[in-house]
T-cell receptor, first 114, second 111 residues
């Protein structure tokens, strides 16, 4: 089945620790995205990547880092610099050609900082 | 920069009632609009989308939305809701980089 997988589903972290969230897609999509979802705030863009080895900051990139070494993978690292990391993190991907870049979403990772 | 405003944060309806969720957007470029739904415990999934052409767009599960350019609106409608429509609904506009989402509307349908 084609789709987007995110792991783990739940993640607990102590303050001061970095943690990496995995996102893999087998849809052959060009672009990948990371969003953060908080209650009452919708989804906010953290980072996005349109091509391998290139990525751009979104609206709330501070305290996060990403890499795009393979087309299929776009891991997100939540660093200790992120002041309020407890949230639900969603990864998405889309084609770029044709402009019809409907985004497909993964199941999400819920991160809790203890 | 683009933005999306969803006016209703929490809506409670009885089964068979009609639904209309408001969405207003702000964007200076070519408008591509989306409604996504997040059922409890499930992936965010696309309900419907507007790119061009007929401003009345039909989506899955009996939902539809109307793009009104003069009002910068893209309201979601369903003539008769079911208990299974209980979910959170997000309106989004495609910007230069990615999608910009509204804050979401939580719909609760009571049997």
């Amino acid at each position: 089945d084609g789709g987007i997988t995110q792991s783990p589903k739940y993640l607990f972290r102590k303050e001061g620790q970095n943690v990496t969230l995995s996102c893999e897609q087998n849809l052959n999509h060009d672009a990948m995205y990371w969003y953060r979802q908080d209650p009452g705030q919708g989804l906010r863009l953290i980072y996005y990547s349109q091509i391998v080895n290139d990525f751009q900051k979104g609206d709330i990139a501070e305290g996060y880092s990403v890499s795009r070494e393979k087309k299929e993978s776009f891991p997100l690292t939540v660093t200790s610099a992120q002041k309020n990391p407890t949230a639900f993190y969603l990864c998405a991907s889309s084609y770029l050609a044709g402009g019809y870049n409907e985004q497909f979403f993964g199941p999400g990772t819920r991160l809790t900082v203890l | 920069a683009q933005s999306v405003s969803q006016h209703n944060h929490h809506v409670i309806l009885s089964e068979a009632a009609s639904l209309e969720l408001g969405c207003n957007y702000s964007y200076g470029g070519t408008v591509n609009l989306f409604w996504y739904v997040q059922y409890p415990g499930q992936h965010l999934q696309l309900l419907l989308k507007y790119f061009s052409g007929d401003p009345l767009v039909k989506g899955i599960k009996g939902f539809e939305a109307e793009f009104i350019k003069s009002k910068f609106s893209f309201n979601l409608r369903k003539p008769s809701v079911q208990w299974s429509d209980t979910a959170e609904y997000f309106c989004a506009v495609k910007g230069r980089r990615a999608l910009t989402f509204g804050s979401g509307t939580r719909l609760q349908v009571q049997p």
